[in-house]
T-cell receptor, first 113, second 112 residues
Framework: ETGVTQSPTHLIKTRGQQVTLRCSSQ?????VSWYQQALGQGPQFIFQ???????GRGNFPPRFSGLQFPNYSSELNVNALELDDSALYLC????????????FGEGSWLTVV | GESVGLHLPTLSVQEGDNSIINCAYS??????FIWYKQESGKGPQFIID?????DKRQGQRVTVLLNKTVKHLSLQIAATQPGDSAVYFC???????????FGTGTRLTIIP
């Protein structure tokens, strides 16, 4: 087990709705990243949070936003859901600094109908 | 731009044989590489990593080889077992940026 926990594990939303996904990082890890993994593809970087500040963002529109809390847990929020947002959303945590192992949670499966 | 690709999307290996999964990367600035294993319905599981100042690293039943000259990475799994069936991803990283760039993955199937 990686110590990275995500919730919910599965959810179904309607197009246009909003969703919040949650992640608890491994104990002591101050860096959390979010990835989107479409079926049959590799994970795509959404953004990273380091000590409660956004620290890098991938090619995702502003309706993808996030938060990191003082305990380093994190949320991913997606507004105005589109059908193409259906994917596995992965949270990854690490200790800040290059070359430190990055551990993933089991993900949250989002289906937009 | 940045990209990580895999030579083969699927690989079938007889149980007990060795498996070799290959990966090409295009960003010469990448200096940290990781292999992940992803089983159906689960998140990526860290297998082994290697930094660009090394060309080989061994773990338990796994070896990663890095050839910076041709920007090639490989994962060797010794004595493949049924539990090794999964999709394997290589990912690259640039120091100071913890963003990982993944390829599309190779599905490894073990033949009993």
């Amino acid at each position: 087990e990686t110590g990275v926990t995500q919730s919910p594990t599965h959810l179904i939303k309607t197009r246009g709705q909003q969703v919040t996904l949650r992640c608890s990082s491994q104990s002591g890890h101050n860096t959390v990243s979010w990835y989107q993994q479409a079926l049959g593809q590799g994970p795509q970087f959404i953004f990273q949070y380091y000590r409660e500040e956004e620290n890098g963002r991938g090619n995702f529109p502003p309706r993808f936003s996030g938060l990191q809390f003082p305990n380093y847990s994190s949320e991913l929020n997606v507004n105005a859901l589109e059908l193409d947002d259906s994917a596995l959303y992965l949270c990854a945590s690490s200790l800040g600094g290059s070359g430190n192992t990055i551990y993933f949670g089991e993900g949250s499966w989002l289906t937009v109908v | 731009g940045e990209s990580v690709g895999l030579h083969l999307p699927t690989l079938s290996v007889q149980e007990g044989d060795n498996s070799i999964i290959n990966c090409a990367y295009s960003n010469s600035a990448s200096d940290y590489f990781i292999w992940y294993k992803q089983e159906s319905g689960k998140g990526p599981q860290f297998i082994i990593d290697i930094r660009s100042n090394m060309d080989k690293r061994q773990g338990q039943r796994v070896t990663v080889l890095l050839n910076k000259t041709v920007k090639h990475l490989s994962l060797q799994i010794a004595a493949t077992q049924p539990g090794d069936s999964a999709v394997y991803f290589c990912a690259e990283n640039i120091s100071g940026n913890e963003k990982l760039t993944f390829g599309t993955g190779t599905r490894l199937t073990i033949i009993p």
